[in-house]
């Protein structure tokens, strides 16, 4: 599986696209500071994962956008 490493500095990170864009690690000078996942693994075995676009849980899956009612499924 493809992996995207990001480094900043002391700073790194493994991301997988395969996987909704879930980090599989982070870590700061050699020091994780979230734990580590590995690719493929259940989405709460990772390291974090993106609540993309919604930030949080989204009550009775479904919200209003301007106008317009929208359901999730």
């Not at 990170?13 to 690719?39: K, M, N, W, Y």
């Amino acid at each position: 599986m493809n992996v995207i490493s990001l480094n900043h500095g002391p700073a790194t990170a493994a991301i997988s696209p395969a996987d909704g864009g879930s980090v599989l690690s982070f870590g700061v000078g050699g020091r994780s500071i979230l734990r580590p996942g590995f690719p493929g693994a259940d989405p709460t075995a990772l390291a974090s994962f993106p609540l993309v676009p919604f930030c949080n849980r989204v009550s009775d899956a479904r919200f209003t956008f301007g106008n317009r009612n929208v359901e999730l499924f």
